[in-house]
């Protein structure tokens, strides 16, 4: 279990170093994190140059001092801007800044300001930026006053650079923080969602997609069991023919195809809805957004995780191959291969694709998708994620079609698996199967092994 200290502790901590043992104040400052480090004590969110700048933390208090005093005297806005700049400044020198920054009311002061200028464009947006600085992997401070300020500050009515903070900011509450996902979602976000997607203002629709991923996160490891899935199915159901509307109407547009991408992957959790998206076309959006940038590394990595979602309805899956993507993907999987994450997202769409499918393995095959295969591995000898999605890809590939296992082994697959089996302990499984699948020797273990004798229930033994 990781332990957390307080910075007055640390700061007691430095004082005794130099105090009793006569340290100064550099060998005082190192010594404390030292000894708090063995202890197993995180001290991320500790201000480590306290004791040598003292003045770091009084400005952080004196900022917020200030603020409250100008929100109270209701002062001219360009007094607050200047505050509000300055805090900002401070929040933006890391998590340990923030912290001080939260524990001396900085929230509360920060939503006062925001509601005491409503309506000056100015304050709310420095407002919101420094908020959202507060609150980066500080999430907790949210209350449902906050709640109440985000939903004001999407208004139809409000300044589109106030939405779009507001729409980052709500994101940030949602990261790490199941019960704020929650919350959120519950006042009904989701109105504000699909009245967002009907704007077309593609710096809102990039924040939007960004909110609607967020609810869906499932990063909170204090909770046992999130709402990640239930948020997502109640968006995709609401929300999956506005998305598609837009696939059409922005397919020029890289990074918004790309976030309406990695949108539609993260919704997709029921087969209806991979149907939903081929309907309405989304293959053949794929088909061009892959030719459209053929050296966005990007947008390849996006399309090959959105065609790994859609995989998972049998129908659709076949319909991948049925679209003539099978050279397309092979080619655009080959034109990848120098940048590991697409890559990796490449073979794991191919094995998606190719799961109990000898039809759709065929048609990779003939576009010399093993080559390409292979290749990646050479390339990436040490990358587990690599090698094992690649095991997963050849073993789905032949598992149903054996013509295939001359073309690969005659490629030095075998070779590269075994010496896998003595690298890579942890996907050991993985890399059996393949070989296993491919007709090489291969010693497998038997995860389970029965004792024998009778087994003695009560539902053996009532007599009827």
Not at 95 to 104: E, K, L, S, T
Not at 254 to 280: G, H, N, P
Not at 432 to 455: H, I, P, Q, S
Request: net charge negative.
């Amino acid at each position: 279990m990781v332990l957390v200290i307080s910075q007055e502790t640390f700061n007691d901590a430095v004082r005794e170093n130099i105090e009793d043992l006569g340290l100064t104040p550099d060998e005082a400052l190192k010594e404390a994190v030292v000894q708090f480090e063995s202890q197993g004590v995180d001290l991320s969110s500790i201000i480590k140059e306290l004791m040598l700048e003292p003045k770091s933390s009084d400005a952080i208090e004196d900022r917020i001092k200030q603020l409250n005093n100008l929100n109270k005297s209701k002062a001219p806005a360009k007094e607050i801007l200047e505050i509000l700049e300055a805090l900002k400044a401070e929040c933006d020198k890391g998590i340990q800044y923030r912290v001080i920054a939260g524990q001396h009311d900085a929230y509360p002061i920060l939503l006062d300001t925001l509601f005491n200028y409503s309506g000056n464009v100015e304050v709310e947006r420095i407002s919101i930026r420094t908020l959202i600085s507060l609150m980066t992997k500080q999430p907790d401070l949210l209350d449902d006053r906050g709640i109440e300020a985000i939903f004001c500050h999407l208004d139809k009515n409000e300044d589109l650079e106030v939405k779009r903070l507001t729409l980052k900011w709500a994101k940030e509450c949602c990261v790490m923080h199941e019960k704020n996902r929650q919350n959120i979602f519950d006042a009904n976000i989701l109105e504000k969602i699909k009245e967002l997607l009907h704007e077309g203002s593609p710096d809102i629709l990039k924040e939007t997609m960004g909110v609607c991923r967020a609810l869906v996160l499932d990063d909170d490891i204090r909770v046992e069991f999130g709402k990640a899935h239930e948020h997502a199915r109640v968006i995709a159901s609401e929300c999956l023919c506005l998305l598609t509307n837009l696939l059409n109407r922005f397919r020029h547009d890289e990074q918004l195809i790309c976030d309406l991408m990695q949108t539609f992957s993260v919704l997709l959790v029921r087969t209806e809805f991979c149907k939903k998206v081929v309907d309405a076309g989304g293959l053949d959006l794929i088909k061009e957004v892959i030719t459209a940038f053929p050296s966005s590394q990007k947008v390849h990595r996006q399309c090959f995780k959105l065609l790994k979602s859609l995989a998972g309805n049998d129908e659709c899956k076949y319909k991948i191959i049925q679209n003539d993507l099978a050279p397309i993907i092979v080619a655009a999987l080959d034109a990848s291969k120098g940048n590991v994450q697409t890559a990796t997202a490449g073979l794991a769409a191919t094995a998606a694709i190719c799961l109990r499918s000898p039809d759709n393995s065929t048609e990779l095959f003939k576009a010399n998708v093993p080559n390409v295969i292979v290749e990646i591995m050479k390339l990436y000898p040490n990358e587990k994620l690599v090698q094992k999605t690649a095991s997963w890809a050849i073993r789905n590939m032949v598992s149903r079609s054996k013509y295939q296992c001359d073309k690969f082994l005659s490629l030095g697959l075998e070779e590269l698996l075994q010496k896998n089996l003595k690298k890579f302990k942890e996907i050991e499984y993985d890399t059996k199967a393949a070989l296993r699948d491919l007709g090489c020797k291969v010693k497998l273990n038997e995860e389970w092994t029965g004792k024998g004798g009778l087994l003695n229930t009560e539902a053996t033994t009532r007599k009827s």
